[in-house]
């Protein structure tokens, strides 16, 4: 069988098919330490916060269906982090298996070397094999583990830190990429 997918950034629009998929893992899963589930109106106001930031914010269609979701915030807010960015991404389980994942991660990590950024990390809620797995197929490397750092549905949950150095922006000097920073 034959799927039509399409990569576009994400609007507003999108905050009720996001919050469709997000809303499973908070309330069925430790993946996120969310506890409640985002309303609508909560969706679209961090998908104009991640724009306004100048991040990007992509949703991932399969057969004109929403099916996925990934983008990059401010690791930190001090300025010496402006280069490093922390990345989410979120797929429909039932889309989970096909490659669809690492086709948004390519997608994304392409977006955030094109704004000139230096370093990605991804922050997993452990256990999560598919997670640790995609991340480390894109090129990702354990940097961190935190132990009993969150806790959820009465048990404490590890967090491991996943990090990827861009491209051409991990061997240029920060003058090099400044202007395409994000500010």
Same mark, same amino acid.
């Given at each position: 069988?034959?799927?039509?997918?399409?990569?576009?950034?994400?609007?507003?629009?999108?905050?009720?098919?996001?919050?469709?998929?997000?809303?499973?893992?908070?309330?069925?899963?430790? &993946?996120?330490?969310?506890?409640?589930?985002?309303?609508?109106?909560?969706?679209?106001?961090? &998908?104009?916060? %991640? $724009?306004?930031?100048?991040?990007? /914010?992509?949703?991932?269609? %399969?057969? #004109?269906?929403? %099916? =996925?979701?990934?983008?990059?915030?401010? /690791?930190?807010?001090?300025?010496?982090?402006?280069?490093?960015?922390?990345?989410? &991404?979120?797929?429909?389980?039932?889309?989970?298996?096909?490659?669809?994942?690492?086709?948004?991660?390519?997608?994304? @990590?392409?977006?955030?070397?094109?704004? $000139?950024?230096?370093?990605?990390?991804? $922050?997993?809620?452990?256990?999560?094999?598919?997670?640790? #797995?995609?991340?480390?197929?894109?090129?990702?490397?354990?940097?961190?583990?935190?132990?009993?750092?969150?806790?959820?549905?009465?048990? /404490? &949950?590890?967090?491991?830190?996943?990090?990827?150095? @861009?491209?051409? *922006?991990?061997?240029?000097?920060? *003058?090099? %990429?400044?202007?395409?920073?994000? =500010?």
């Amino acid at each position: 069988m034959t799927i039509t997918t399409h990569l576009r950034s994400a609007s507003a629009a999108d905050a009720a098919p996001i919050c469709a998929i997000y809303n499973t893992y908070v309330e069925t899963t430790t &993946i996120t330490f969310e506890e409640d589930a985002v309303t609508e109106q909560d969706m679209a106001q961090r &998908i104009a916060d %991640v $724009g306004a930031a100048r991040l990007p /914010w992509l949703v991932l269609e %399969v057969d #004109a269906k929403l %099916v =996925g979701y990934a983008y990059g915030t401010k /690791w930190r807010a001090r300025p010496a982090y402006r280069y490093s960015v922390e990345s989410t &991404i979120y797929l429909d389980r039932e889309f989970a298996g096909r490659g669809l994942g690492r086709m948004l991660y390519s997608a994304l @990590l392409d977006q955030l070397r094109e704004r $000139g950024l230096h370093l990605v990390i991804g $922050g997993i809620a452990l256990p999560n094999e598919s997670s640790v #797995a995609l991340h480390e197929r894109m090129g990702f490397r354990k940097a961190a583990h935190f132990s009993e750092v969150g806790m959820k549905f009465g048990r /404490w &949950i590890d967090v491991g830190y996943w990090e990827l150095q @861009l491209g051409a *922006t991990a061997r240029q000097s920060p *003058t090099s %990429v400044a202007a395409a920073a994000p =500010g």
